[in-house]
């Protein structure tokens, strides 16, 4: 159960993209297409914004997307905004009912 | 409005006991899978343990096996986690999550967090 590694952070000016990468095994992000990734803000609870690698909940604007390629995968922010700047989560099923998270990833907006 | 409040935490000594509460309003407990998610100070998000809607499985990240025992009671609409033998380590911010689907991690409603810290 070991987590899956994210990068401690990455950076863009406004309406530039960035990608965040989530790298697992091949025991959980490349096993199955059950990927999910959060948004949290300082203090806050984390806010669902992408599921099954690459679907988006109600509400969730199409700025963000999701991808996978093997035992990674990846959260995009088109169109980067202030509110943006927050910590992202990538979360995997790991088989038998397990959920593994990566460590996290600080978006900051220049 | 779909919500989940939670309840319980605090200071404990390192060795005792904490239940944290989870209270669903808006829809209804029983028809979800739930999960416990916890967040260290100033670290990233860790599964702990997850729940089937009819309370027939549980499920518990290694760590906690032993110590740390998930519940619900849909009569209710909540959901528990009972914390025993308490480690230094466990001191977090504990979150309850809906799993909206049962091929998870679909977390798409969650608690606003109660804060454990576990000290000597």
């Known amino acids: 159960q070991s987590a899956l590694t994210q990068p401690r952070s990455v950076s863009g000016s406004p309406g530039q993209s960035v990608t965040i990468s989530c790298t697992g095994t091949s025991s959980d992000v490349g096993s199955y297409d059950y990927v999910s990734w959060f948004q949290q803000y300082p203090g806050k609870a984390p806010k669902f914004m992408i599921y099954h690698v690459t679907k988006r909940p109600s509400g969730v604007p199409d700025r963000f997307s999701g991808s996978k390629s093997g035992n990674t995968a990846s959260l995009t922010i088109s169109g980067l905004r202030a509110e943006d700047e927050a910590d992202y989560y990538c979360c995997s099923y790991a088989g038998n009912y397990i959920y593994v998270f990566g460590g996290g990833t600080k978006v900051t907006v220049l | 409005e779909e919500q989940l409040v939670q309840s319980g935490g605090g200071l404990v000594q390192i060795g005792g006991s904490v239940r944290l509460s989870c209270a669903a309003s808006g829809f209804t407990l029983g028809n979800f899978w739930m999960t416990w998610v916890r967040q260290a100070p100033g670290k990233g998000l860790e599964w702990v343990a997850n729940?089937?809607?009819?309370?027939?499985?549980?499920y518990c990240v290694d760590s906690v096996k032993g110590r740390f025992t998930v519940s619900r009671d849909n009569v209710k609409n909540s959901l528990y986690l009972q914390m025993d033998n308490l480690r230094a380590e466990d001191t977090a911010v504990y979150y309850c999550?809906?799993?909206?689907?049962?091929?998870?991690?679909?977390?798409?409603?969650w608690g606003q967090g109660a804060l454990v810290t576990v000290s000597s």
């Open positions: 729940i089937r809607d009819d309370g027939s499985g549980k």
């Open positions: 999550a809906r799993d909206y689907s049962d091929s998870g991690p679909d977390l798409d409603c």
